[in-house]
């Protein structure tokens, strides 16, 4: 096992961050656009029920597809990939009730959601037959679930931050609302917990 510095683990925490942000970015139009805040200045195709599904190109699909995608670079477990459960242990490692909550919620849908990014997403196919283990991910998870999954990511990571920056602080209020967090998200994340990440109730704690 390779020992890290603090150094190291601050510089590599600090690039996550900047993906993560850029994530929350994708986000933040794929929300708008659901909710029209956001309207396109060029109409752009629009299906009319009539498309091919295996052909998904409005906008709400396009964003969805790169919102998904870019998710997965997140939660990515290949060795020299991002992924917030490692960055978040060498960050945090006295959190890891929390973390391993949310791993336990979102390390099933990885498989489906990698084929996903890599036939659909970011690398795309040439024929249907290639892209159509893509859409399994569709088959075996809603976009319910998806959505709520994407939520309590990216709540844990909010309240992690909101705790480092109390604890540097030493705000002891900040430093308990923080936790309340964690604890919320470990809760609902529990895999003996009832909450249903399939419906869409799930509201993110954090930013």
């Given at each position: 096992m390779v020992t890290r510095t603090p150094e190291q683990i601050n510089e590599e925490f600090r690039l996550f961050m900047v993906r993560h942000m850029q994530f929350m970015n994708l986000w933040t139009v794929y929300r708008d656009f659901l909710?029209?805040?956001?309207?396109?200045?060029?109409?752009?195709?629009?299906?009319?029920g009539n498309a091919d599904w295996r052909t998904p190109a409005s906008f709400d699909a396009t964003l969805m597809f790169v919102l998904y995608s870019f998710f997965y670079s997140l939660v990515d477990q290949h060795e020299k990939g991002i992924n917030a459960f490692r960055i978040w242990r060498a960050k945090f490692p006295a959190e890891?009730?929390?973390?391993?909550?949310?791993?336990?919620?979102?390390?099933?849908?990885?498989?489906?959601?990698?084929?996903?990014?890599?036939?659909l997403g970011f690398h795309g196919s040439q024929t249907f037959n290639q892209q159509d283990a893509g859409f399994k991910l569709?088959?075996?998870?809603?976009?319910?679930?998806?959505?709520?999954?994407?939520k309590q990511y990216k709540s844990l990571n909010a309240a992690l931050c909101e705790l480092d920056m109390a604890r540097v602080a030493n705000d002891t209020e900040k430093i308990a609302d923080a936790r309340q967090k964690i604890d919320a998200v470990t809760a609902r994340c529990d895999k003996n917990s009832t909450a249903d990440f399939d419906s869409s109730d799930l509201e993110p704690l954090g930013v």
């Open positions: 909710s029209k805040r956001y309207i396109p200045s060029v109409p752009g195709y629009q299906d009319t890891e009730k929390a973390i391993a909550a949310l791993e336990y919620r979102i390390n099933p849908v990885i498989p489906d959601l990698k084929t996903f990014r890599h036939r569709f088959g075996t998870n809603s976009g319910g679930k998806m959505l709520n999954l994407m």
